[in-house]
Every structure is written in C-alpha cells, then in structure tokens.
C-alpha cells in the first residue's frame, strides 16, 4: 500500500471501478452467449435475447467501460452470426 494519502485514495477508486468494469462487462459477454445460443438452437426467442444483448453493449460503451467501435463491432458481428444462422 501507497504512503501518500491521494495515491491510498486512488487506489481503492481505481479497485472499485475495476470491479463495476468487471461486472459489466461479464454482462455483456454473458447476454451474447445467450443470443448465440439461442441462434444457434433456433429459439422463437432469439430476437428478445439479441435486443438484451444490444443494450447491454450499448450500456457498457455509455459507460466508458468499452469504446464505441469496440460495441459496435460486437453488435455487428452477433447481427450476423444470427441473420447467418436465421437460415
């Protein structure tokens, strides 16, 4: 642990943030398993999950926990792994 009271600061800042980071996003990679699945099986619900999924990553880059061209390029690549497997 630091000396300096800022940097004692700091760091705990930085391992809360670390965590709410890490919480998002799991939950952003867990909503597009479950939409990659549900392609995969053919599930009537497959359309729910991938909305799910896109305000997830759209939560995640509001955020600042993921940068915008890196949401929109995991939106786009599970659109079309799903209009894909839709056939």
């Known amino acids: 642990m630091a000396n300096i009271k800022s940097k004692q600061k700091a760091i705990l800042s930085n391992e809360k943030a670390n965590a709410r980071n890490s919480a998002i996003k799991s939950a952003v990679r867990?909503?597009?398993k479950k939409a990659?699945?549900?392609?995969?099986?053919?599930?009537?619900?497959?359309?729910?999950?991938?909305?799910?999924?896109?305000?997830?990553?759209?939560?995640a880059v509001s955020k600042g926990v993921l940068h915008a061209n890196n949401g929109a390029r995991k939106a786009s690549r599970l659109d079309a792994f799903i209009a894909k497997n839709n056939n």
């Not at 990659?36 to 939560?59: F, N, S, Y």
């Open 36 to 59: 990659r699945k549900a392609a995969e099986l053919k599930d009537p619900k497959t359309a729910e999950l991938q909305a799910k999924a896109h305000h997830e990553i759209d939560k």
């Open 30 to 32: 867990t909503a597009i």
